[in-house]
C-alpha cells in the first residue's frame, strides 16, 4: 500500500499532461496502447502518477520527440536504466520534416518546457491546453512575456540553423498564440474613463508581416477596458494614414521587426497629423514598437521596451483629462510624409 508521501508526491493526469507539455488524451492512449500507464490507480479508477511513472513518460516524451515511433520508444521507456535510439530513427525522410531534439531554451518556467515539447511533437490539443491555463494561473503578460515569446525565440532559433525544418512547429505555435490572445481580447465599449478619448491604433508598418506582439498589447487593452482598433500585417501607408484621418485616435502603435520595414518619414507623418479647432489641436501619441526601429532618430515618439511598458504607457494616456473628440469634418491632414 502506499503511504502518504508516495500519495503526496503523485500527479493527477491533467497535471501531468501540462508538466510533460502533452495532452491528457496522449497520456490516456499510451496508457491504452502501449501500457506506459500509473502503476496504482486511486480507487481503482483514477489515474494517479507517481514519480517512477512520471520518469517513464520523460524518457518516452524526450524518445518520440527525437523521432522513435512511439511503440519503440514505449518499449525503451519500459526497460529503465540507459536508454538506446533505435539507429535507423534520426534517419527518418527528412522530407516529412520531422523535428528532432529539444528547443534551445536555457533557464525558462516549466510552463515554457512543456509548451516547447508539445509544439515540437505537433500535439495541437496540448498547445492550446496549455497556452489557455498559463494566461488563466498567471495572466497575459507574464504569459507572454515568459512563456509565449521565449518558446516561439526558440522555435525560431532551431529553424534558423536547421535549413528547412521546423518550420511547420513554428506555424503551428504561431498560429495557436494567436488564437490564444484573440480569446483574451474583449472589445471596450468606449464608455467610462475613456469617454471622449480616441482608441489606440494598432499596425504593422507597409511591409512588416509579423503581428504577434501587436495581438498580445491590443489583448492587453482589451483587458484595460481601452478602446483599440487593430489593423493587423503591413497597412499599406495610404490607409494607414487614413485611418488616423477618420479616428482621431489617442495613440498610434506602429510596429516594425527589421530596420527594412521601419519607414521614418511615415511614423514622422502619423505624429504631426491634428485635427479639432485652430488654437486648441490635438495630436495622437506615436509609439515605436519592434526592433525595426533601433537606430532610428525619431523625437517626439516614445519608444516602450516591453508589453508591460507599452500597456502602463497607454493606461497612463487615458487617466489624463482629454479634449472632447472631434468629428469626422473637423479631422484635417498634416503634408504627407517625404
Known amino acids: 500500500m502506499a ?35 500509473p502503476a496504482v490507480r486511486a480507487d481503482g479508477r483514477h489515474r494517479r502518477w507517481s514519480p517512477q511513472d512520471v520518469a517513464v513518460l520523460e524518457t518516452m516524451c524526450r524518445l518520440t520527440s527525437a523521432g522513435v515511433p512511439p511503440a519503440e520508444a514505449a518499449r525503451a521507456a519500459r526497460g529503465g536504466g540507459a ?3 533505435p539507429e535507423q ?35 495541437a490539443p496540448a498547445v492550446e491546453e496549455l497556452l489557455g491555463s498559463t494566461v488563466a494561473e498567471h495572466g497575459l503578460v507574464v504569459a507572454w512575456h515568459e512563456v509565449m515569446v521565449p518558446t516561439l525565440h526558440a ?12 518550420v511547420e512547429v513554428e506555424h503551428l505555435l504561431s498560429w495557436h498564440v494567436s488564437s490564444t490572445l484573440r480569446r483574451h481580447t474583449r472589445p471596450a465599449a468606449g464608455s467610462g474613463a475613456t469617454a471622449g478619448a480616441g482608441p489606440v ?20 487593452l482589451s483587458q484595460l477596458g481601452l478602446p483599440t482598433r487593430m489593423f493587423g500585417a503591413a497597412v499599406p501607408a495610404e490607409a494607414l494614414i487614413a485611418a488616423v484621418d477618420r479616428l482621431g485616435p489617442a495613440a498610434v502603435v506602429l510596429w516594425a521587426q527589421a530596420r527594412s520595414t521601419a519607414s521614418v518619414p511615415l511614423a514622422r507623418h502619423v505624429a504631426d497629423a491634428e485635427w479639432g479647432v485652430r488654437g486648441a489641436r ?13 537606430g532610428h532618430r525619431t523625437p517626439r515618439m516614445l519608444r516602450p521596451t516591453a508589453l508591460r511598458d507599452a500597456l502602463d504607457t497607454l493606461s497612463d494616456l487615458y487617466a489624463r483629462p482629454s479634449p472632447p473628440q472631434p468629428s469626422h469634418r473637423s479631422l484635417s ?4 510624409p517625404a
Open 83 to 85: 536508454v538506446d535510439v
Open 333 to 336: 491632414r498634416a503634408p504627407g
Open 155 to 166: 522555435v525560431g532559433r532551431k529553424w534558423a540553423s536547421s535549413g528547412d525544418r521546423y
Open 282 to 294: 490635438t495630436r495622437p501619441t506615436v509609439l515605436l514598437c519592434g526592433p525595426g526601429w533601433l
Open 3 to 37: 503511504n502518504s508521501a508516495d500519495a503526496a508526491a503523485s500527479l493527477t493526469t491533467g497535471a501531468l499532461a501540462r508538466r510533460l507539455g502533452v495532452s491528457p488524451t496522449t497520456l490516456r492512449s499510451w496508457d491504452r496502447r502501449y501500457g506506459i500507464g
Open 89 to 123: 530513427a534520426p534517419e527518418e525522410p527528412r522530407a516529412r520534416s520531422r523535428a528532432a531534439g529539444s528547443l534551445p531554451l536555457g533557464d525558462v518556467r516549466r510552463e515554457c518546457r512543456g509548451l516547447a515539447r508539445a509544439a515540437v511533437r505537433l500535439d
Open 201 to 220: 491604433v494598432l499596425a504593422c508598418v507597409p511591409g512588416e508581416q509579423h503581428t504577434l506582439p501587436l495581438e498580445a498589447l491590443n489583448a492587453g
